[in-house]
C-alpha cells in the first residue's frame, strides 16, 4: 500500500508542480522534508532513550506483566494472537493511555516499543501482522480525553470558550475509534489482505519462544524475564504507598484548591470538574510514572541504575532504523505541499462538498490532517485567525485536529521502527479513522455548538 502512495504522491507533485510553475516549490519541499526528519528524530533521540529505561525497570519488576493480566479481557479480543501476557500487550496499554491524556512525549516511545515487542511474534520480517495492523489503527483513532494543543490555539486567540471542545472532540474520537477497531477487522479478513495461517515464528531472543530449550539455556536477560521477581520489601510497600497518596493529595489540590484554602484562578473556575480533573491528570501523569516506575522496581529488588541504562541503550538502535522510512515519506508529502496539490485536491472537491453543507475552508485542512501534523496546525492557526476563535467553523476546525491523526507520519515511524515495508490493511483502516473523525467533527459540532 505505501508503495503505490508514496509512488503516487511524488509523481502527482512533480505533475501538478510543473503545471503550476512550482516546480521550484517541489525541490524545496522535498528537502524541508529531509531537514525535517533530522529534527524529528534528533528531538526523539532523548525521549525514546527515557521512556525505554522506564519501560525496562516495568518489565524487570513485573509490572507490565501485571497490567497484561489485568487488561487480559479486553485486550484478548482485540489482540487474539498475542499471549496474554505477553510484554508488547503492557506496551500497547500504556500507549494507548498516554494518547489519551494527550502525552505525545511519551506514547511515541511506548508505542515504538509495542511495535518492536509485536516484531517478536512476526513470523514474517517485512510484513504487517494481524495485531501490528490493529494496533496502529487504533494509535492513530485513539480516544481524546483533552485535546490540549488545540485548546491552546483557541485560548491564545481569546476564546471566551476554548474547553467547548472538550466534549465535541470526546465523541467524535469515540466514533473514530470505533470505526478504526471494525474496519480493521473486517479488512483483515479480506483476500487481498488475508495472510497465509502460520506458527508465529518467535524470534530467538525472546522469553515467549519454544519451551523445549530450559531456562539455563537461554541467555541471561530472557531467564531474567522468565524468572518470577522478587516479592516486595516491606518498606518498599510503605514507600510505594506514600508516593500514590502524595500524587493523590496533589490531584484533589489541582482540581479543589478551595479545599486547601487556595484561592481558585478564574480560567479554572469557568471549568466543570471533569475538565480540571483530566488537565490535573495530563500534569500529574509523567511525574507520577517516572517516580512509581523506579521506586516500585526498587522495591522488587532490581538494580534500577544498571537496568535503566540497558533499556536506553537501546534507544539510538529505534531512531537509526526509523530515519531512512520518515525520510522517504516526508519528502514525498513535502513535495506533494509544495507542488499545491492540496490545493488542487481542495479546488476539485469544493463543489461536491458545499451542496453536503461542509464548510470549505475545513477542507484544506481535513485533506492536510493524514498528511502532516504541523501544516494542520498552521492551518488551524489560519482558520482561527481569519474567522474568530468563537466561529462555530473555528471550533470545528479544532475539534477535527484534536480526533483526528496523521496517519502517515505514524505508519512511517512505527513500521520503520520494525523494518515493515508491507503495511497490508493498517493505512487504509486508519483513514477511514480518520474520515470519520472529519465528519463526526462537523456534523457534532454543528449540533452541539451551532
Known sequence: MLNYIWLALVLFAVAIGGWNDRLKDVTVGAFDGAKTTVTIAIGLIGIMALWLGVMRLAERAGLVQRIARGLRPIMRRLFPDIPPDHPAIGSMVMNMSANMLGLGNAATPLGLRAMRDL????????????????????????????????????????????????????????????????????????????????????????????TSKSTKDLPEEVAIVEQPPPRSSTLGLIALIVLTLFFVVLFVRMVTPTLFGVPMAAD???????????????????????????????????????????????????????????????????????????????????????????????????????????????????????????????????????????????????????????TRHAIPAGLLADLTGVIASVIICRAVLG
Request: with cysteine; glycine share 6%; charged share 10%.
Open 119 to 210: 516484531e517478536t511474534l512476526n513470523p514474517r520480517p517485512g510484513v504487517a501482522t494481524n495485531a501490528m495492523c490493529t494496533f496502529l489503527a487504533i494509535n492513530t483513532s485513539s480516544v481524546q480525553l483533552i485535546p490540549a494543543t488545540a485548546i491552546a490555539i483557541l485560548a491564545a486567540s481569546g476564546s471566551t470558550r476554548p474547553t467547548a471542545i472538550v466534549g465535541t472532540a470526546l465523541l467524535a474520537t469515540l466514533c473514530a475509534a470505533s470505526v478504526a477497531i471494525i474496519s480493521v477487522k473486517l479488512l483483515e479478513k479480506l483476500p487481498m489482505f488475508q495472510l497465509a495461517r502460520e506458527t508465529p515464528a518467535i524470534a530467538d531472543d525472546s522469553p515467549y519462544r519454544s
Open 268 to 422: 479554572m473556575a469557568a471549568q466543570n470538574v471533569f475538565v480540571r480533573s483530566v488537565n490535573a491528570l495530563s500534569i500529574l501523569a509523567i511525574p507520577f510514572l517516572l517516580s512509581f516506575f523506579p521506586l516500585y522496581a526498587a522495591a522488587r529488588g532490581v538494580k534500577v541504575y544498571d537496568e535503566f541504562v540497558e533499556g536506553a541503550k537501546e534507544g539510538f538502535g529505534v531512531i537509526l532504523k526509523i530515519i531512512p522510512f520518515l525520510v522517504t515519506m516526508l519528502v514525498a508529502i513535502g513535495m506533494f505541499k509544495g507542488a499545491g496539490g492540496i490545493d488542487l485536491l481542495s479546488r476539485v472537491l469544493s463543489p461536491v462538498l458545499s451542496p453536503l453543507h461542509f464548510p470549505t475552508d475545513l477542507l484544506p485542512l481535513a485533506l492536510m490532517r493524514p498528511l502532516s501534523g504541523s501544516a494542520t496546525l498552521a492551518l488551524l492557526t489560519d482558520i482561527v485567525h481569519r474567522l474568530g476563535p468563537d466561529n462555530i467553523v473555528s471550533l470545528t476546525a479544532a475539534t477535527i485536529y484534536g480526533s483526528t491523526e496523521t496517519t502517515f507520519y505514524v505508519a512511517a515511524v512505527y513500521f520503520g521502527a520494525v523494518g515493515i515495508k508491507q
